[in-house]
């Protein structure tokens, strides 16, 4: 069992930058990939970003070149890091992770607001 804690998000105005942040309740080292998703109102869930235990990471179209994500085993912690945002990065941003016994877990998400 992984318990993931979002945190980071909040109100930042267009061509701002936020840091997410990813807690893990265990160690990391199994769990391949993680992942952040996003959900704007009415929409559905989509990926944002995943990294994989070696490090190779790949981007939803939307936020390449403007996000990064990255992942510290050793502090079981994985983060997004969006820069340029824009109103539509606007969503409930949510931690995943995915177990080599192919168990999927979810964070609790933030919000992430762009706006003026």
């Known amino acids: 069992q992984v318990q993931l804690e979002e945190s980071g998000g909040g109100l930042v105005q267009p061509g701002g930058s936020l840091r997410l942040s990813c807690a893990a309740s265990?160690?990391?080292?199994?769990?391949?990939?993680m992942a952040w998703y996003r959900q704007a109102p009415g929409k559905e869930r989509v990926l944002v970003a995943a990294?994989?235990?070696?490090?190779?990471?790949n981007y939803a179209d939307s936020v390449k070149g403007r996000f990064t994500i990255s992942r510290d085993n050793a502090k079981n912690t994985v983060y997004l890091q969006m820069n340029s945002l824009k109103p539509d990065d606007t969503a409930v941003y949510y931690c995943?992770?995915?177990?080599?016994?192919?168990?999927?877990?979810w964070g609790q998400g933030t919000q992430v607001t762009v706006s003026s």
């Open positions: 990294i994989t235990l070696g490090g190779s990471a």
């Open positions: 265990r160690s990391i080292f199994s769990i391949n990939p």
């Open positions: 995943y992770a995915r177990s080599i016994a192919a168990t999927t877990y």
